[in-house]
């Protein structure tokens, strides 16, 4: 029965390090780390843990949406866990699916996780509708200005090259 850590941030430029230091104070007998978004399933650590897992295992984490970031997946994971005996322990938000009150806690945990990240996902959306109103540009800016463009069009059509242009 081994007690496996797993701790994920979305980006790079994220630390990893508060929640190594709290899954080593559980005395895991392994951690699994990556820097990979939650909404991905391309996650190979991620999977690496979930295939190294068995049954009468622990698998901690320090959050709940470290796991994932919809309710589904995260019921999936939970129906497996269910099925092989294998218990999650959630420090930050007090779960323990070893018992009753846990499996509640994380089942309404979870549904409020991704009703907050669809809450971003509407906002991040209207401020970019908002900004496009206001004429702000996304992206880099065009290297070739129109009349650039337009003498580039005129000596292909007199018959330059691509390569000469």
């Not at 669809?118 to 702000?136: F, H, P, Y």
């Amino acid at each position: 029965m081994s007690r496996i850590g797993y701790a994920r941030v979305s980006s790079t430029g994220q630390s990893l390090e508060v929640q190594l230091e709290k899954l080593n104070q559980e005395e895991c007998d392994r951690i699994y780390q990556e820097k990979r978004s939650g909404r991905t399933a391309d996650r190979p650590e991620f999977q690496s843990c979930l295939n190294y897992l068995r049954e009468g295992d622990t698998l901690i984490i320090t959050r709940l949406d470290r796991l994932a970031r919809s309710v589904v997946h995260l019921a999936q994971i939970a129906k497996r866990f269910q099925t092989e005996n294998i218990d999650l322990l959630v420090l930050d938000q007090n779960i323990d699916t070893s018992t009753s009150t846990g499996r509640l806690l994380f089942n309404m945990l979870a549904s409020i996780a991704e009703f907050e990240n669809d809450l971003r996902t509407e906002r991040q959306a209207e401020g970019i509708a908002k900004a496009k109103e206001n004429g702000v540009k996304f992206g880099r800016p065009a290297k070739l200005t129109d009349s650039k463009r337009q003498e580039i069009y005129s000596q292909r059509l007199a018959g330059a090259t691509i390569g000469d242009l």
